[in-house]
């Protein structure tokens, strides 16, 4: 009975140290700064606004707001509340827009990540379904 459970032990340990070295665990490892850098901004809430909601936000922005990006198809404004810098993305289509608002935790973080993110969204990060 013991030399069984050392044997179960033994084969347990060795499985580990395959998956360990695994093929899915490197593509992990190299994806890792991307992943982190993701992890950057949080996502607060998303909803698809109707048209008479696009159409008044369009035409009467907050004037709290700062525009960083328009495109046809995506709007990206900020503005600061305390240290936390708010991000509202709004991503255009024929059917509907979608806003998602993000938060990054001060300027700093903003700065450094403002470029990846808005590549991000431009990439369809968000989703129209």
């Known amino acids: ?17 395959t998956i360990y070295r695994s093929e899915g665990r490197k593509q992990f490892e190299s994806e890792a700064p991307d992943k982190v850098a993701a992890a950057s901004f949080q996502l607060i809430s998303c909803k698809k606004e109707g048209k008479l909601e696009t159409w008044f936000n369009e035409e009467f922005p907050s004037h709290t707001y700062e525009l960083v ?26 059917k509907a827009t979608q806003s ?18 808005i590549r991000e969204l431009e990439n369809n990060l968000m989703t129209l379904e």
């Open 69 to 94: 990006i328009s495109e046809t198809d995506l709007e990206i404004w900020r503005t600061l509340r305390g240290e936390v810098v708010e991000v509202k993305a709004l991503q255009k289509s024929e």
């Open 100 to 117: 998602c608002i993000y938060q990054f935790a001060n300027e700093t973080i903003w700065t450094l990540y403002k470029d990846q993110f």
């Open 1 to 17: 009975m013991k030399s069984f459970i050392l044997s179960s032990l033994f084969v347990v340990l060795l499985s580990g140290c």
